[in-house]
Nanobody, 125 residues
Framework: QVQLVESGGGLVQAGGSLKLSCAAS????????LGWFRRAPGKEREFVAT????????VYPDSVKGRFTLSRDNAKNTVYLQMNSLKPEDTAVYSC??????????????????WGQGTQVTVSS
């Protein structure tokens, strides 16, 4: 069982930055691939980023590519989502998720087994 706790959300002006963290309780954090997803009011959950167990591989959708950077520190059981050049359309609840590393990275929420409770990000125009 893996417990995930997100932090770092808040209110920021358009063009600003936020850094989200996701801390995991897993005994062996490197056993897991991590991903971030977001859900805006009235919209479906959207893939934001994923990172391999080693941190060597990351995947982003076009909507955040070049603005968001996902990294991980396996010694601290934590992943970090650095979000720059934020836009009002980035407003959403951001959640991190985990899946076993042997399954590889994935952009599909249904393929993740463990989820955090989410953290709100609001970008004002």
């Amino acid at each position: 069982q893996v417990q995930l706790v997100e932090s770092g959300g808040g209110l920021v002006q358009a063009g600003g930055s936020l850094k989200l963290s996701c801390a995991a309780s897993a005994r062996t954090f490197s056993d897991y691939t991590l991903g971030w997803f977001r859900r805006a009011p009235g919209k479906e959950r959207e893939f934001v980023a994923t990172i391999s167990w080693s941190g060597d591989s990351t995947v982003y959708p076009d909507s955040v590519k070049g603005r968001f950077t996902l990294s991980r520190d396996n010694a601290k059981n934590t992943v970090y989502l650095q979000m720059n050049s934020l836009k009002p359309e980035d407003t959403a609840v951001y959640s991190c998720a985990a899946r076993k590393r042997r399954l590889g990275t994935s952009r599909y929420a249904i393929e993740y087994d463990y989820w955090g409770q989410g953290t709100q990000v609001t970008v004002s125009s």
